[in-house]
C-alpha cells in the first residue's frame, strides 16, 4: 500500500501490490479501468478543493525501460540504452491531469497536443476574461508548441529555469510555477516500479502510472 497525499491534507491508500499479468489483462480488456479510477479521485478532488485550471504546467521526465517491447527507444542520455520518456500535465497544486509514455529519444514538445488533448476529466470551456495558463521549460520552445496551446485556449508561458529565477528577483509579484509539475514527477520516481520499468508494453507502463494519482 502507499499513501497518497490529496489536496485536503487527507490521505488517499492506493495499494500497488497488483501482478503485472492483471495490469495487462485489464488494460487490454478495458482501457478505460485505471483512467476511471484516476477520474474518480480527481472528481473527488475537484469537489473538495476545485481543479486549479487557471495555472497549469506541463514537463517530461526520462526513465529507464531495459526489457520493454513498445514505446521504448534510445535514450540519448544515457548512452543510447532503452527508455521512455514520461510526460505529465498538472493543474495549479500539482495534481495530474494528463499522462502520456513516449519512447525516449522524442523531443519535449513532439507530444504537446497528445498530452493537452488526453486529459482526465472534463476540460471547462474557455473564458474571454479568464484566460487558462500553460508553464512549460524551454523544451518547448518554437512555433508548434505555442500555436498548440493557444489553438486550446490557453495562453502559453515557456521560459528557461535561469529567465523564471530571473523574474523572480526582479519583479516582486511573480511567482513561479513550473516547480509543482517537477514536483509531481519526483514524487512518482519514489516509486520504484516506475523509476525504472520492466512493463514490456506501453499499456502495463500506463497503468501503473496512473495508479498513483489521487
Known amino acids: 500500500m502507499c499513501c497518497a497525499p490529496v489536496a485536503n491534507g487527507r490521505h488517499c491508500l492506493?495499494?500497488?501490490?497488483?501482478?503485472a499479468r492483471c495490469i495487462s489483462i485489464f488494460s487490454n480488456a478495458s482501457g478505460q479501468v485505471f483512467s476511471n479510477l484516476w477520474l474518480a479521485g480527481l472528481a473527488e478532488y475537484d469537489e473538495m478543493k476545485g481543479i486549479a485550471w487557471d495555472w497549469q504546467s506541463?514537463?517530461?521526465?526520462?526513465?529507464?525501460a531495459p526489457l520493454?517491447?513498445?514505446?521504448?527507444?534510445?535514450?540519448p542520455t544515457d548512452r543510447?540504452?532503452?527508455g521512455r520518456k514520461r510526460r505529465l500535465l498538472?493543474?495549479?497544486?500539482?495534481v495530474p491531469l494528463s499522462l502520456v509514455a513516449s519512447e525516449a529519444y522524442l523531443g519535449d514538445r513532439d507530444l504537446l497536443p497528445t498530452?493537452?488533448?488526453q486529459m482526465v476529466g472534463t476540460r471547462p470551456k474557455p473564458r474571454r476574461n479568464g484566460p487558462k495558463h500553460l508553464c512549460a521549460d524551454a523544451g518547448y520552445r518554437g512555433d508548434p508548441a505555442w500555436n498548440a496551446a493557444r489553438a486550446r485556449h490557453d495562453r502559453p508561458h515557456i521560459k528557461q529555469r535561469r529567465e523564471e529565477a530571473y523574474a523572480k528577483r526582479t519583479q516582486p509579484?511573480?511567482?513561479?510555477?513550473?516547480?509543482?509539475?517537477?514536483?509531481a514527477h519526483s514524487w512518482l520516481n519514489r516509486f520504484r516500479k516506475l523509476l525504472v520499468s520492466f512493463e514490456k508494453t506501453e499499456a502495463s507502463y500506463v497503468a501503473y502510472s496512473a495508479l498513483p494519482q489521487p
Open 14 to 19: 492506493v495499494s500497488l501490490a497488483v501482478p
Open 90 to 94: 498538472v493543474d495549479g497544486r500539482g
Open 115 to 117: 498530452t493537452l488533448d
Open 173 to 183: 509579484v511573480y511567482k513561479a510555477r513550473c516547480w509543482v509539475v517537477e514536483r
Open 68 to 75: 520493454a517491447q513498445e514505446c521504448v527507444g534510445p535514450n
Open 80 to 82: 543510447g540504452r532503452n
Open 58 to 64: 506541463i514537463d517530461v521526465a526520462m526513465g529507464k
